[in-house]
């Protein structure tokens, strides 16, 4: 139905900024609502971002708010997050997530679709 590739990651200091991509092939990507989890070894993947099919609608996890923007582009297939400011604690594989539906999903079991995921490793 969709196939999600996630882009972008890699060693960082802290303090430092990356930006990661997810390119989505298959179904229309318009009408998918999009999100970005992340996983740390021997821990729950967790939320981390959600954005509407619209792009119109965001939603952050507590603990990336003011560093973290999600955004995307319809034209390109391309949802992005954009992370500053970062931290040791950032430290997991980041996943690329789609839903089929017009409303904005923070809840991992709901989506659909996954990427492979990209590590992204924040040095202290």
């Known amino acids: 139905q969709v196939q999600l590739v996630e882009s972008g990651g890699g060693l960082v200091q802290a303090g430092g900024s990356l930006r990661l991509s997810c390119a989505a092939s298959?179904?229309?990507?318009?009408?998918?609502?999009m999100g970005w989890f992340r996983q740390a070894p021997g821990k729950e993947r967790e939320f981390v971002a959600a954005i509407s099919w619209s792009g119109g609608s965001t939603y952050y996890a507590d603990s990336v708010k003011g560093r973290i923007t999600i955004s995307r582009d319809n034209a390109k297939n391309t949802v992005y997050l954009q992370m500053n400011s970062l931290k040791p604690e950032d430290t997991a594989v980041y996943y690329c997530?789609?839903?089929?539906?017009?409303?904005?999903?923070?809840?991992?079991?709901?989506?659909?679709?996954w990427g492979q995921g990209t590590q992204v490793t924040v040095s202290s």
């Open positions: 298959g179904r229309t990507f318009r009408s998918y609502g």
């Open positions: 997530a789609a839903k089929y539906s017009s409303r904005l999903v923070i809840t991992l079991r709901e989506y659909d679709y």
